[in-house]
T-cell receptor, first 115, second 111 residues
Framework: SAVISQKPSRDICQRGTSLTIQCQVD?????MFWYRQQPGQSLTLIAT?????????ESGFVIDKFPISRPNLTFSTLTVSNMSPEDSSIYLC????????????FGPGTRLTVL | DAKTTQPNSMESNEEEPVHLPCNHS???????IHWYRQLPSQGPEYVIH???SNVNNRMASLAIAEDRKSSTLILHRATLRDAAVYYC????????????FGKGTLLTVNP
């Protein structure tokens, strides 16, 4: 298993600003993912964070809005840019070792409110 | 991704068994059946997964139909801590490790 921490745990931001969310894992992992969970909804995958290269985004998500960095095998950041109230969500990172039928381990999430 | 269908909600009493159903009629031969749950105000956590045979672990059991078009997550003795949203997810084998979450089943456990 892996222990994942996220910073900040929650934030309230003004529209038009940007917020960077950090995800730290206690061990090296092959794969890292970022999800969004809108109020009362299920999780939606935003992108796969690739170490040393550009993230792979899912349909409906673009790099300009959600730039992602992954400088090493234990750390990644997600930035929510030019925020609007519609970006109010919980943002979660998850990790997997990428072996076999591997399971994913999720962080506690970052609760973002945009005013 | 193949789709799953789950009841929106279920209710159980504490210390009784709970059977959470999942239909996945379009499952392919290489799809694994994964179950995750999300406790209130937490990220999802892995529960169990299987391919063809029934599986048991310390948290739950997974019963997979012979034609693999449905499966059932079994909590043998529900506790209040088991109150959560339970997600049944199909994940294809190989190098695609992405998870596609559906709406899941909200399990309420009554004391």
């Amino acid at each position: 298993s892996a222990v994942i921490s996220q910073k900040p745990s929650r934030d309230i931001c003004q529209r038009g600003t940007s917020l960077t969310i950090q995800c730290q894992v206690d061990s090296q992992v092959t794969m890292m993912f970022w999800y969004r969970q809108q109020p009362g909804q299920s999780l939606t995958l935003i992108a796969t964070a690739n170490q040393g290269s550009e993230a792979t985004y899912e349909s409906g998500f673009v790099i300009d809005k959600f730039p992602i960095s992954r400088p090493n095998l234990t750390f990644s950041t997600l930035t929510v840019s030019n925020m609007s109230p519609e970006d109010s969500s919980i943002y979660l990172c998850s990790v997997a070792q990428g072996v076999g039928t591997d399971t994913q381990y999720f962080g506690p999430g970052t609760r973002l409110t945009v005013l | 991704d193949a789709k799953t269908t789950q009841p929106n909600s279920m209710e159980s009493n504490e210390e009784e068994p709970v059977h959470l159903p999942c239909n996945h009629s379009t499952i392919s031969g290489t799809d694994y059946i994964h179950w995750y749950r999300q406790l209130p105000s937490q990220g999802p956590e892995y529960v169990i997964h299987g391919l063809t045979s029934n599986v048991n672990n310390r948290m739950a059991s997974l019963a997979i139909a012979e034609d693999r078009k449905s499966s059932t997550l079994i909590l043998h003795r529900a506790t209040l801590r088991d109150a959560a949203v339970y997600y049944c997810i199909l994940r294809s084998g190989g190098s695609n490790y992405k998870l596609t979450f559906g709406k899941g089943t909200l399990l309420t456990v009554n004391p």
